[in-house]
């Protein structure tokens, strides 16, 4: 595969040799402290760790890529290091229409703390440490009118991952539209995984401080890892089984409101129909804690419930509120994530100091748990801390 990539760097290049050459780097470094909770389904203990990620942005006439030297460092962990191609695209027009190919991030969502048009190659909003968000391979032919945009287009994701559970081809249109203070947009797509996805999305602002967003998303198959332990069929059945479910649904609505000094909140609720309900959470807890009280394998039984953590969503309803301000060189911002069906919390400072151009140096510190019978209390940190540098030259 990394052949495969040099060579397609290679062909591209080749074909614009008397294009300007343009290049940027971004440095990412950080070290923190995870502590660990009590959960019984995570053997986890409290550690440091460390990031570090050095990003190339080269652009060669209508060829633009990223590519990403990370690695990563845990305390009681080896480390990990590696190369990715996360973009590598070409753009050009083609009949008096915006044609590109290769790879890149498709990010079609408006909304801040979770995007169901994110349906490409998902990953996690929000993150305190480094993370890469890698594109997808993918053909696309647009058109442009005066106040929008008809766009065909192929997305292939297994060159972005080696993990099953996000891999799918398929095939989409997308249909964007402007009008005064409001726009829409439409995306119909089908892949080999999911079959049919149906969504869409609604931004329009109001008076100078308020804007309103909508953005949700139909698949007719979804994948979602179930428990099936009880305290009477340990040894006779796989502790957890992927199936497979017809008909999920996630719907966002949200607003922003912002002032002339520079804060701005945003308040979001969502609800997503293939996580886990209430009561299935509960037997994933009510199983571990069993488990966790026996001996021997038995008692290891209890870290296979991990699996059903793999969802976008760990509950169907979700709250967040998130607050920034903007104030010269400081930067601080706040995340408050609410699950009103257990009382869990998810909670995040964030603080970023620019102190030369382009130099930030921040620090982050998160907070997950809530009530004790909540899922966010199940997982493995229940604190997390770190301080960071970034820098672009």
């Known amino acids: 595969m990394a052949q495969f990539r040099f060579i397609w760097l290679l062909l591209f290049t080749s074909t614009f040799s008397q294009a300007a050459w343009q290049q940027q780097w971004h440095l990412e470094l950080d070290s923190g402290f995870a502590s660990a909770s009590n959960s019984p389904v995570f053997d986890s203990e409290d550690q440091w760790f460390g990031d570090a990620a050095l990003r190339w942005f080269p652009q060669y006439g209508n060829v633009q890529g990223q590519l990403v030297a990370l ?33 890149q991030r498709i990010d079609l969502g408006v909304s801040y703390g979770f995007r169901p048009l994110d349906m490409f190659l998902p990953y996690r909003r929000n993150p305190v440490a480094i993370q890469v968000e890698e594109g997808v391979g993918v053909l696309s032919l647009s058109q442009f009118s005066g106040n929008g945009e008809y766009a065909l287009f192929y997305t292939d994701s ?13 095939l989409g249109l997308r249909w964007y539209q402007l009008n005064n203070d409001s726009e829409w947009q439409a995306i119909s797509y089908y892949d080999n995984k999911r079959a049919l996805n149906l969504g869409g999305t609604w931004v329009t602002t109001f008076g100078d401080a ?15 890892s179930v428990s099936q332990l009880n305290s009477s069929n340990i040894g006779q059945v796989s502790p957890v089984i992927e199936q497979e479910f017809n008909h ?8 922003t ?3 002339l000094n520079g804060d701005n909140l945003i308040l979001e609720y969502w609800f997503d129909n293939r996580a886990l309900n209430q009561t299935q959470w509960q037997h994933v807890a009510d199983i571990s804690y069993y488990l966790q009280q026996q001996s021997g394998d038995i008692s290891n039984l209890r870290f296979s419930q ?8 760990l509950l169907q309803h979700n709250v967040m509120l998130h607050w920034h301000r903007d104030i010269e060189d400081w930067q601080p911002a706040f995340d408050l994530m609410l699950a009103p069906e257990d009382g ?16 930030t140096l921040g620090a982050r510190l998160r907070y997950l748990g809530g009530a004790s019978d909540a899922v966010y209390s199940l997982l493995p940190e229940n604190k997390v801390g770190l301080i960071k540098l970034e820098g672009l030259f």
């Not at 460092?73 to 695209?89: M, P, R, T």
């Not at 309103?212 to 698949?219: D, F, N, V």
């Not at 699996?307 to 969503?313: A, I, L």
């Open 210 to 224: 308020w804007e309103l967003h909508a953005e949700s998303r139909y698949q007719q198959h979804y994948q979602c």
């Open 257 to 259: 409101w912002a002032n």
């Open 306 to 313: 991990g699996e059903v953590f793999n969802g976008q969503n």
């Open 248 to 255: 999920g649904f996630q719907a966002l609505i949200g607003m």
């Open 344 to 359: 869990g919390v998810i909670a995040t400072a964030r603080l970023d100091y620019e102190f030369s151009q382009g130099w």
């Open 158 to 170: 297994y060159l972005a991952t080696e993990s099953e559970g996000l891999q799918q081809r398929g």
């Open 71 to 103: 690695s990563q460092a845990k305390q009681k962990q080896d480390n990990q290091h590696d190369l990715i191609v996360a973009e590598l695209f070409w753009k050009t027009e083609l009949a008096e229409r915006d044609l590109l190919v290769g790879k």
